[in-house]
Structures are given as structure tokens and as C-alpha cells.
């Protein structure tokens, strides 16, 4: 079965840091984008960051810009979000997936591969 699996979440508190990872099992990442996206409860899904694994090019969410960074290994098969400066509104379950297709949104619809997620909370 190919899908995502994250891990790396956990409580911190507002200010702090954490780096989700995201491991593709039963595919590669190659020719796709791979998307993080969260969701806070009582909330929609929503993008937080992508990347290509064509060219590396990434966006990020105005809500995250200057505090996400979203890297990716190809050898591992694995991509990355580090998450800086934290802050409450943060806090979601962070999931990753992928899509084939060149997309100018992070639309949930056009991804694929979703793994369980995993709990980020930031609280003091």
C-alpha cells in the first residue's frame, strides 16, 4: 500500500521548535509534488507548504512564511518541515501527501497518498 507516514509532532511550547518528517512507503517521491498540509480541530484542511521534486522549487502558506522551512532527501525517500518560532494557532495535525500534477493551489482534492498525521500542540 503506498502512503505517507509522519511522525516528529509533540507538545512544545509557543516560541519553540519541531521537525515533522514524512517517509513515502511503496512509492517513490520522484515527479511528484509533496504537499504538508493541517488541520486544527473544527477546521478544514488546509496547505501549509509544497515542494517539487523536480526542480526543489517550494511555496508556503503567508501564515508560516519566515517561520517553515520544507526540505526533502531523495535518497531517503523522506520530506521534511521544520517549524520555528511556534505559535498556538500552530497547533493541528500536520499531514503529508503528493500529487503528480503542477498545481498553482494546494488543492486537497488533486493529492493523494495521505498518511494518519501527526499531532503538533503549542501550548504553555
Known amino acids: 500500500q503506498s502512503q505517507f507516514v509522519e511522525s516528529g509532532g509533540g507538545l512544545v511550547q509557543p516560541g519553540g521548535s519541531l521537525r515533522l518528517s514524512c517517509a513515502a512507503s511503496g512509492f517513490t517521491l520522484e515527479n511528484y509534488v509533496i504537499g504538508w498540509f493541517r488541520q486544527a480541530p473544527g477546521k478544514e484542511r488546509e496547505g501549509v507548504s509544497h515542494?517539487?521534486?523536480?526542480?526543489?522549487?517550494?511555496y508556503y502558506a503567508d501564515s508560516v512564511k519566515g517561520r517553515f522551512t520544507i526540505s526533502r532527501d531523495g535518497a531517503k525517500n523522506t520530506v521534511y518541515l521544520q517549524m520555528n518560532s511556534l505559535k498556538p494557532e500552530d497547533t493541528a495535525v500536520y499531514y503529508c501527501?503528493?500529487?503528480?500534477?503542477?498545481?498553482?493551489?494546494?488543492?486537497?482534492?488533486?493529492?493523494?497518498?495521505w498518511g494518519q498525521g501527526t499531532q503538533v500542540t503549542v501550548s504553555s
Open positions: 501527501a503528493a500529487t503528480p500534477f503542477s498545481i498553482t493551489t494546494m488543492t486537497v482534492d488533486l493529492f493523494y497518498f
Open positions: 515542494i517539487s521534486s523536480i526542480d526543489d522549487s517550494t
